[in-house]
């Protein structure tokens, strides 16, 4: 059954407009996992515009589900990860001036760093994601820096217009999966994901658990986030289970 991480980032966005201490992720995330996440996201961001170290700390005393830190691949974030050992990292791009994370990770051209740092990681106990798009050579090369995970970048699949656009969107996503699948790698998806377009990935074998923001938070403001997340839990088509990042059931989650 399909997993869903949601991702509080948005929380700490609001709380970060006034430097205040409201709303907090970390009690947003709770919520998140009373109402059936299988596990809570947050994105750690070098210039630290909404997530906080003390969010990461607390969420890591508190999150009973799993967390799992997106975060860069820079020796900051890599000590932070090895200090703080969230069940799982996922490794994305990041740029300073993007709104929020812009395409997948080249781990293609950069596989001997990719693959120092998902060393690194493991060796630290913790599963490793690489954000990718969903192309072959993306995925080829994530297996060989040796992740345990692929989260398959949707964003243009959720910005298609059009039916044939969204299909061909759809039909990277399902060769990704497979292809991941058969590498040995475990699948995930993410990003641009809402209540309309999360239908057709939730229903992609191979896809175990899906990472949503946006459009939990958004919705969340108007109904209430335990709401929110058991609307998604409803349009992916599970009752909300917990995922072991590892494959392995879920109380051996921790390792
Ligand atoms: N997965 C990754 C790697 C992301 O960077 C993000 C955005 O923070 C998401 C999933 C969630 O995307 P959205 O907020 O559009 O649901």
Redesign the pocket.
């Known amino acids: 059954m399909i997993g869903l991480c949601v991702?509080v980032?948005?929380i700490a966005t609001i709380r970060q407009a006034r430097r205040g201490e409201e709303p907090d992720p970390v009690q947003a995330a709770l919520l998140a996992e009373l109402a059936g996440a299988s596990g809570i996201?947050v994105?750690l961001r070098e210039d630290r515009r909404h997530i906080q170290d003390r969010d990461v700390e607390l969420l890591r005393r508190l999150v009973k589900t799993k967390l799992n830190l997106?975060m860069a691949v820079t020796e900051e974030m890599l000590q932070i990860a090895l200090v703080l050992k969230p069940e799982m990292t996922?490794l994305?791009p990041e740029r300073r001036e993007e709104l929020?994370?812009e395409g997948g990770l080249d781990v293609h051209g950069h596989v001997d760093e990719v693959d120092r740092a998902v060393r690194r990681l493991r060796e630290g106990g913790i599963a490793v994601s690489l954000?990718i798009d969903p192309d072959h050579d993306q995925v080829s090369a994530a297996a060989r820096a040796r992740a345990d995970f692929v989260?398959l970048h949707t964003g243009s699949y959720a910005e298609a217009r059009g039916r044939k656009a969204q299909e061909a969107q759809l039909t990277r996503l399902i060769q990704a999966a497979r292809a991941g699948r058969e590498l040995g790698l475990g699948v995930n998806a993410?990003?641009?994901?809402d209540y309309r377009n999360v239908g057709p990935i939730a229903a992609i074998p191979e896809v175990e658990e899906l990472?949503?923001?946006?459009?939990i938070i958004a919705r969340a403001v108007l109904v209430g986030l335990e709401q929110a997340v058991r609307e998604m839990l409803a349009a992916i088509g599970t009752a909300g289970t917990v995922c072991d990042p590892r494959h392995s059931s879920c109380e051996e989650r921790r390792w």
Request: hydrophobic fraction near 20%.
């Open positions: 991702n980032d948005h996201t994105h997106e996922t994305v929020t994370t954000f989260e993410g990003h641009g994901l990472s949503i923001g946006h459009s």
